[in-house]
């Protein structure tokens, strides 16, 4: 269960996202394994003013281990969420999570500004 806030009329949303992705695994010579998830998604909200949603979106996830020990993994989304009230907004996130070969692990999350252009009404 998702809940996120329509930034066109401040209408809370709840919803069921139902995702589905493919995975492509790769060892390099070194022994390190890359991996790319491509993911799609969709699903309804309905607002606590009734107004019903619909949102779809696709990601990438990329995530590389080495053999050294590094780990970075970076994820983008980007959906398309469209109200029965004519109102529309788009959504976009990144995600980074970097573990250095000592563990020490620094996560960083941008909105990139949080995307949410509001369209209609």
């Not at 709840?14 to 010579?29: C, H, I, Q």
């Not at 799609?40 to 909200?45: A, Q, R, V």
């Amino acid at each position: 269960m998702f809940t996120l806030t329509s930034p066109c009329t401040g209408e809370v949303l709840n919803g069921l996202v139902t995702f589905s992705a493919v995975e492509t695994l790769v060892t390099d010579a070194n022994g390190g394994t890359h991996l790319q998830v491509n993911v799609t998604y969709s699903g309804p909200y309905t607002g606590n003013a009734g107004t019903t949603f619909t949102e779809s979106g696709k990601g990438n996830i990329h995530v590389n281990m080495p053999s050294s020990g590094v780990v970075n993994d970076v994820a983008i989304f980007n959906s398309l969420i469209t109200g029965s009230d004519g109102t529309s907004f788009l959504a976009k996130e990144r995600f980074a999570f970097v573990m250095n070969a000592n563990g020490v692990v620094r996560v960083e999350r941008n909105n990139i500004g949080n995307e949410l252009r509001c369209q209609g009404r």
